[in-house]
């Protein structure tokens, strides 16, 4: 943990350039140092092909953000994660907000319960 999961509807594609976007996100994750375990970063998208926004009528646009957390971080470093990853989707959407309806949101998932991991990843970072 932490797993990012961005989902964008693809009208967006031809606009912008998602890779880029995970690349940043990722870096965002990794600057926090000891927060988050380098070994654990996951950041992945999801095209969105179908579905409905509004009234259906414009060329509409959203990207949802999901951040998913293991428990025992602070407030504090939720909040600072929050609004760095939260940036990072303004800036690189900003020309496009400027230009057509896009809805940008971010969600932090902290997950109660016990996770199940088999990851020999870690041990590179070791």
Known sequence: ???VIVEYTDNLSP???IQSLLHKMGQVLVGLGDTYPVGGIRVRAHKVTEYRIA?????DAFVHTTLKIGKGRS???K???CEKLFNVMKEHFASIYEEKYL???L???EFQHKTY??????SRFR
């Open 1 to 3: 943990m932490p797993h």
């Open 15 to 17: 606009h912008t350039d």
């Open 55 to 59: 009234d259906g009528k414009a060329d």
């Open 75 to 77: 407030e504090e470093a």
């Open 79 to 81: 909040q600072v994660t």
């Open 103 to 105: 809805a940008l949101s």
């Open 107 to 109: 969600e932090l998932v």
């Open 117 to 122: 991991k088999h990851n020999n990843i870690h």
